[in-house]
Nanobody, 124 residues
Framework: VQLQASGGGLVQAGGSLRLSCAAS????????LAWFRQAPGKEREFVAR????????YYEDSVKGRFTISRDNAKNTVYLQMNSLKPEDAAVYYC??????????????????WGQGTQVTVSS
């Protein structure tokens, strides 16, 4: 699976952005998908995850109620809708895919495939 993230940009605090991650291949629906982010000088951190069929979603505490992950298996695309953005949300955002259905979904090491990242900048 090849992943291509897009949709990042510059937004004012309180604004919104929608990230997209398009996947190649015919087995997209076999993968659970996630978004991670990495700010300068910090480790990559988990943001959100959606299971294969889209039935379950998981979020890092700081984004709950503000971010929504979704997927469209017909379009081989996963989305991250980000509302009420804060300066501390600024980072490079990465999409990732894994096929095992791991319990340790917040660990970046559990993911087999990664997109190239898209920059999100939030001005205060």
């Amino acid at each position: 699976v090849q992943l291509q993230a897009s949709g990042g940009g510059l937004v004012q605090a309180g604004g919104s952005l929608r990230l997209s991650c398009a996947a190649s291949g015919r087995t997209f629906s076999s993968y659970s998908l996630a978004w991670f982010r990495q700010a300068p000088g910090k480790e990559r951190e988990f943001v959100a995850r959606i299971t294969r069929g889209g039935g379950r979603t998981y979020y890092e505490d700081s984004v709950k109620g503000r971010f929504t992950i979704s997927r469209d298996n017909a379009k081989n695309t996963v989305y991250l809708q980000m509302n009420s953005l804060k300066p501390e949300d600024a980072a490079v955002y990465y999409c990732a895919a894994e096929s095992s259905g791991t319990y340790y979904y917040a660990r970046s090491s559990e993911y087999e495939y990664w997109g190239q990242g898209t920059q999100v900048t939030v001005s205060s």
